[in-house]
């Protein structure tokens, strides 16, 4: 008995423009944040953006949930992993798992694997609850060691 392929879930030249896009937008991101340095702070490196600093730790002296996503992301770009998850864990988990993502997008066009295969096969609910759960945990950890 011999195995049947799956069928792609999306036509294949559609798999690789969306291919094509996660990697071109993860390295865009990369590059970015390539180009920043983490503020000593753990939080605030997106002013280096030109955004503006963010208004809880002024008004409440105390993070907002994403205080320090941008700065762990950096930290991951930077090589400083460990840096990172003590800076905000779920923004270096973000980082790394954006950084896989588009490996995985350079992987599949360069081997002529399917980008979507793997993907549709993810468990999305299991990944958004842990995602909440990392995220909230995160902001109590910023939250209980913030700085301002």
Not at 5 to 13: G, H, I, K, N, S
Not at 42 to 69: F, I
Not at 80 to 85: C, G, Q, V
Not at 107 to 126: E, N
Request: charged letters at 10%; hydrophobic letters at 50%.
């Amino acid at each position: 008995m011999t195995a049947t392929a799956e069928p792609l879930p999306v036509d294949p030249r559609l798999d690789r423009v969306i291919a094509f896009v996660v990697l071109a937008a993860g390295s865009s991101v990369v590059w970015l944040l390539a180009q920043l340095q983490p503020d000593g702070r753990g939080h605030g490196t997106h002013e280096q953006l030109g955004m503006l600093p963010c208004s809880w730790p002024a008004t409440l002296g105390k993070p907002c949930p994403t205080c320090g996503v941008t700065t762990a992301s950096t930290y991951v770009v930077h090589l400083s992993p460990l840096r990172a998850l003590q800076t905000q864990p779920f923004g270096a988990v973000l980082a790394i798992a954006g950084i896989a993502l588009a490996l995985w997008a350079g992987f599949c066009l360069l081997t002529g694997r399917s980008f979507m295969a793997l993907l549709v096969r993810l468990p999305y609910g299991t990944i958004t609850l842990w995602s909440l759960a990392l995220f909230l945990g995160s902001w109590a950890y910023t939250y209980f060691t913030f700085v301002p």
